[in-house]
């Protein structure tokens, strides 16, 4: 999942980077699944997860 993060937001902060880490880290199946289909539908990945 990180991977995919970073393929969509080249221009990461690497603060912003540890944050999202932690959400996926946390996350289940289900809510991974979720964030894979809504990134491969073209949603920005900071309006996902927070951080502008």
């Known amino acids: 999942m990180q ?3 970073q ?3 080249q ?3 690497s603060q912003w980077q540890s944050h999202i880490a932690e959400k996926i880290n ?6 991974l ?3 894979i289909k809504s990134l491969a ?3 920005n990945p900071r309006q996902l997860f927070g951080g502008g």
Request: net charge negative; aromatic share 4%; proline share 5%.
């Open 33 to 35: 699944r979720e964030w």
């Open 7 to 9: 393929l969509r937001d």
């Open 11 to 13: 221009g990461n902060q």
């Open 26 to 31: 946390a996350a289940n199946p289900d809510q």
């Open 41 to 43: 539908r073209g949603a």
């Open 3 to 5: 991977d995919i993060l």
